[in-house]
């Protein structure tokens, strides 16, 4: 196979590999109901006129299965912090007690599993256009290699491992998937 054509599959593979890791990433923010640091990841506050992530404004701990402590670095942070999580709709209420801020994990219904699971397969169905958009991508570029003078077998042949890829990384995101969702469902 040509170089090119070598670059057209490696580029492929790496925008797959990034959809994979965007959707893991997204899929740490659906809570399973136990407490997790990166519960509060998408939390962002004000802090002296510019949005910062949380985890550069405070500590967030679990001291159990079910809570949350948040202790911020500067005490003049704690009303900030609870606002920020109130505004991230996270479905979370805070609590401050004057040093840290605690947030107790409900424990998920049955409709919110439901609704978690709906969240999940959105994300991962993201990730599948994503991989599809790749496959698109790099299967017009090997046309572009065949009109510029590249063998019609070698062409094939790319179109073939460039599917192949796409075939497995859709059964990784469909893995992914029900990982989630046994996590998700599991009382």
């Known amino acids: ?5 070598d670059l ?3 580029s492929a593979k790496e925008a797959m590999d990034s959809s994979i890791a965007h959707l893991e990433k997204s899929l740490l923010n659906i809570r399973a109901g136990k407490a997790s640091p990166q519960m509060l990841g998408a939390v962002f506050v004000d802090y002296y006129g510019s ?5 550069q404004v405070a500590s967030v701990n679990v001291p159990d299965a079910r809570t949350l402590t948040v202790t911020p670095w500067e005490k003049s942070m704690l009303q900030p912090i609870e606002k920020a999580i109130m505004i991230a709709n996270l479905g979370l209420n805070p ?6 801020i ?3 994990i409900p424990a998920l219904t049955e409709e919110r599993r439901k609704d978690l699971v709906k969240q999940a397969k959105a994300e991962t169905e993201e990730a599948k256009i994503g991989i599809r958009n790749a496959r698109k991508d790099a299967n017009n570029d090997i046309k572009k290699e065949e009109k510029n003078g590249v063998s019609e077998d070698v062409c094939k042949d790319a179109e073939e491992q460039v ?7 859709i059964k990784k995101i469909d893995d992914i998937l029900v990982r989630k969702e046994e996590e998700i469902l599991k009382v």
């Not at 196979?1 to 054509?5: F, V």
């Not at 609590?95 to 840290?100: P, S, T, Y």
């Not at 599917?163 to 990384?169: I, R, W």
């Open 1 to 5: 196979m040509t170089e090119e054509i």
């Open 51 to 55: 949005q910062t992530p949380l985890s």
């Open 102 to 104: 605690i947030i107790n």
């Open 95 to 100: 609590m401050n007690n004057g040093d840290n």
């Open 8 to 10: 057209i599959i490696a």
């Open 163 to 169: 599917q192949k890829l796409t075939d497995a990384f």
